[in-house]
C-alpha cells in the first residue's frame, strides 16, 4: 500500500525529481547513480501528537547525501520525535517520509511493518543513554546487528568491528562489557555499533546530554570525524560549538514547528526570528537572566 | 533407641531413592514445561490485545486461586469421568506444570518489564523484530531478575511434590510414608522424611547461588 505511491501524486507540494528514485519497475535496492549530493532522505508533513499533546506540527526535512543535519531547539520541542520518526521508533499520525532507493511512507494510511523495518536497514541510531545491550560484551553489542539481522558472516563481522572500535580508540576494549567503560567509551561503542550497519543515515539523538562535561569532548571529536569523512547525519545537539562546525545546516525548532533554518553562520550570528535569538541567548548566556529576556539591555 | 537409629539408617537411602526417582525428576520436568507455559502466559499477559491478556489473567487467576491438591485431584480423579484417564506420572506433570505456569507467568512478565524500554529500542534500531528483540536482548536480562523468585518457585515445587503421593506417583514421601506404616515409626520416619527434603533443598539453593553468580558477571558490583 506504502510502496505503490498512489498518494503521493496528489500532492502537489513534491518535486517531480524527488521521486523518481521511487518509479515502479526499477529496483529499489540497486545503488543508483545519483550526483553526490542527491537527496537522501525527505519528510513532509510529520504530525505527532501523543494524547492531547501535539508534539509535531508539521515538519518538513530534507537531508542530502554527506549533509550533516543539526537540530536545535529547547526541551519539550519534539527535535527527538522528528529522529525517532525517521527510525520508525515512532509512527507519525500524518506526513510523507521518502528515503531515496528505499521505502516511501505516507503516514495517513496504516504503515505495513515491511516499510517500518526498511526505514531502520537505512538509518541506525545513537541514543542519549547510549542502550548498549549490558550482558554482551563491547564487540557482541557491535556485532549482534550485522550477525544476527544482516546475516554478516561472523568471522567478517568480528573484522570489520575491530576496525571500528580501533578508530574510536577502543580495540583494547572488545572483550569489555560496557559496565566497565566509562560514559565517553559508552557511546563511542554505541557509535560503532551504529556504524557497523553500515547505514545510509546516522541519526543521533543528544549523543553527549548524559556524560559527564569532561567527556563530551572525545564522542564529538569520533562525531565530527564521521562528518568529515562524509557520512550522512541527522543530529539533535545542545552542543551550539558543534553545530555550528560540523552542521551543513542548522534546524531551529520549538514549539513542534521548525522556527528557522539555514547555515550555522546565518543561525548563530544573525537569526532572523526572534524565537531563535532567545533560545541561543539562553544557552550562551545561561546565567544572564536579563539578557534572555530582553537582549537590548546588555 | 538402638533400634531407632538402626531404621533411621536402614531407611535413610531407600528414602533418597525415592527423591532422586520421583520427587526430582517429577519437579524437573514440571519446572520446564511450566516455564514454557509461563513465558507464553506473560507475553499473553502484556499483550495489547485485551481478549488475549484476558485469557492469560483468567488463567492466573484459577491457578494460583485454587489449591494444589483439588487441582491434582480433578485431574486423576476427576478426569475419568469424563473419560479421560491418565495415569499417576502424567497427571501429576500435567498439574504441576499448569500450577507453575500460573505462578511463573507473573514473575517473568515483572522481569520482562523491569527491562528498560531503551533496550527495546535498541534491539529495533539494529534491524531487530520484536521477537529477536525479547529473545536476543530483553529475555537474557529479565532472566537474571527472575532467577531468585524463580527459585523460589521451583523450591516450592519440589516440596509441593509430595502431594502426588496421594495420587499413587511413588516419590519420596509416599517411600517414607510405606516405611512408616510397616515400622510404626511415624515420628522418626517423617522427621527423616523431612530432613532429606530440606537436604536437597540445600542442594538447590547453592545452585540458585552458583546461576546468580555467573549472570551477574555483566554488572558492576
Redesign the interface.
Given at each position: 500500500m506504502s510502496r505503490s505511491d498512489p498518494n503521493n501524486s496528489g500532492d502537489p507540494g513534491r518535486r517531480d525529481d524527488e521521486r523518481r528514485a521511487d518509479v515502479p519497475g526499477g529496483d529499489p535496492l540497486a545503488p543508483s547513480e545519483t550526483p553526490d549530493d542527491s537527496v537522501l532522505l525527505t519528510a513532509r508533513g510529520i504530525r505527532k501528537s501523543f494524547g492531547d499533546n501535539e508534539v509535531l506540527r508539521s515538519i518538513d526535512l530534507e537531508v542530502r547525501r554527506g549533509e550533516v543535519v543539526v537540530l536545535i531547539g529547547p526541551s519539550g520541542s519534539g527535535k527527538t520525535t522528528v529522529l525517532r520518526s525517521l527510525?520508525?521508533?515512532e509512527t507519525p499520525d500524518a506526513g510523507t517520509i521518502d528515503f531515496e532507493g528505499g521505502p516511501s511512507l505516507d503516514f495517513a494510511a496504516p504503515i505495513a511493518k515491511a516499510s517500518r523495518?526498511a526505514l531502520?536497514?537505512r538509518s541506525?541510531?545513537v541514543?542519549q543513554?547510549h542502550?548498549?545491550?549490558?550482558?554482551?560484551t563491547v564487540i557482541e553489542n557491535v556485532i549482534?546487528?550485522p550477525v544476527?539481522?544482516?546475516r554478516v558472516p561472523k568471522p567478517q563481522a568480528i573484522a570489520e568491528a575491530s576496525a571500528l572500535l580501533d578508530r574510536v580508540g577502543l580495540a583494547d576494549k572488545r572483550d569489555a562489557?560496557?559496565?566497565?567503560l566509562s560514559g565517553g567509551q559508552q557511546q563511542r561503542v554505541g557509535i560503532v555499533?551504529?556504524l557497523a550497519?553500515k547505514p545510509r543515515l546516522l541519526l543521533f539523538d543528544e549523543p553527549t546530554s548524559a556524560l559527564d562535561p569532561e567527556l563530551v569532548g572525545e564522542v564529538l571529536q569520533v562525531i565530527k570525524e564521521l562528518a568529515d569523512e562524509g557520512w550522512t547525519m541527522v543530529v539533535v545537539t545542545h552542543e551550539l560549538g558543534f553545530a555550528r562546525q560540523a552542521a551543513d545546516e542548522v534546524l531551529f525548532m520549538d514549539g513542534g514547528v521548525v522556527v528557522e533554518r539555514g547555515a550555522p553562520a546565518q543561525i548563530f550570528t544573525k537569526p532572523t526570528e526572534e524565537r531563535t535569538r532567545r533560545f541561543l541567548d539562553r544557552i550562551l548566556r545561561p546565567l544572564d537572566e536579563d539578557g534572555s529576556d530582553s537582549p537590548d539591555s546588555t | 533407641m538402638a533400634d531407632g537409629w538402626q531404621l533411621f539408617l536402614e531407611s535413610f537411602w531407600p528414602i533418597v531413592v525415592g527423591g532422586l526417582t520421583g520427587t526430582i525428576p517429577l519437579a524437573l520436568a514440571s519446572f520446564a514445561i511450566g516455564l514454557v507455559l509461563a513465558l507464553a502466559v506473560a507475553l499473553m499477559r502484556l499483550s495489547k490485545n485485551r481478549v488475549v491478556s484476558g485469557i492469560a489473567r483468567f488463567y492466573i487467576s484459577v491457578i494460583r486461586g485454587t489449591p494444589l491438591l483439588v487441582q491434582l485431584f480433578v485431574i486423576f480423579y476427576g478426569m475419568p469421568s469424563i473419560g479421560i484417564v491418565l495415569d499417576p506420572w502424567p497427571s501429576a506433570i500435567i498439574a504441576f506444570s499448569l500450577n507453575v505456569g500460573g505462578y511463573a507467568a507473573e514473575v517473568i512478565r515483572a522481569a520482562i518489564l523491569s527491562v528498560p524500554k531503551g533496550q527495546w529500542e535498541a534491539g529495533y534500531t539494529i534491524g531487530m523484530s520484536p521477537g529477536t528483540a525479547l529473545r536476543r536482548i530483553i529475555l537474557p536480562q529479565a532472566a537474571r531478575v527472575s532467577v531468585p523468585p524463580l527459585s523460589n518457585t521451583f523450591i516450592s515445587l519440589v516440596k509441593d511434590t509430595s502431594l502426588a503421593s496421594l495420587i499413587l506417583v511413588t516419590e519420596l514421601f509416599r517411600v517414607a510414608e510405606n516405611i512408616a506404616a510397616f515400622s510404626g515409626q511415624f515420628m522418626l520416619i517423617y522427621l527423616e522424611a523431612a530432613l532429606i527434603y530440606w537436604l536437597f533443598c540445600l542442594v538447590l539453593s547453592s545452585g540458585q547461588s552458583m546461576l546468580e553468580k555467573r549472570l551477574d558477571r555483566y554488572v558492576a558490583q
Open positions: 527510525n520508525g521508533l523495518f531502520r536497514d541506525a541510531m541514543f543513554q542502550n548498549l545491550f549490558p550482558h554482551m549482534e546487528g544476527r539481522v544482516q562489557y560496557p559496565f566497565e555499533r551504529a550497519l | -
